[in-house]
């Protein structure tokens, strides 16, 4: 293994630790792990991860600008990179969203290009998981589902999966699939508890349980 593959792969660990840890506190502070990412910076700067990681954080924080810059300068020194290509159309996406035009045509389009990138990355869970989300957004649950099945056998153990499992769990409820469905939003709450203030997550698990009988758990939702 050559040393900035090495390298690249030690960060991608620490983005993972990082952002599990994130992803566990009740109020997600995105401005937070990007401080913490940047404390990495003797660590990892000039790694693929390092670089695009944060690209995704400024994309998040709506600074579109800040995270195309990054990203393209870390492009040029990559080619054909899944990290790279995913996190360019993650940026795309979250610039629709924060400038409030995310309609269905640009949905759409963004559908498109995660249909192009799972064709080019066959092997990579995080594409099929954009895209089965993205499908739920448009109402194509029974190709979301698919998708998100996709992404589930292709995820590795040390990933984030909580996200996946809430939109499997939604995804299954929309198909009528009411005890996978439970299943999934289950494994969901178990490995990210503070996803129970997602009001659409907490609304398809109670129609969910209303529609297994669990009357009182539904109330409760």
Known sequence: MSHASSLDEDCEKKWIYSSVQFINQENNDYAGLLR?????????????S?????????????????AKKTINKIEKKTKDNYLVDLIKIQ???KEYLFNDHLGNEKLKNIENKYSEY???????????AQLGGIQLLIGKNAEALINL????????DDQFQSGLYRNLSIAYFENKKYQEAYDAASK?????????????FMYSLAKTEANLGMFEDAQNA
Do not use: H, M
């Open 36 to 48: 913490q990412w940047e404390s990495l910076k003797t660590e990892c700067e000039g790694s693929v």
């Open 50 to 66: 390092y670089e695009a990681r944060k690209a995704f954080l400024y994309a998040f924080l709506d600074q579109p600008e800040k």
């Open 91 to 93: 940026i795309e996406s």
């Open 118 to 128: 799972v064709k080019k990355y066959a092997d990579k869970s995080e594409g099929y």
């Open 149 to 156: 099945n996709r992404a589930e056998k292709l995820i590795k």
């Open 188 to 200: 969901a709450v178990d490995l990210q508890k503070s996803i129970t203030s997602d009001k659409y």
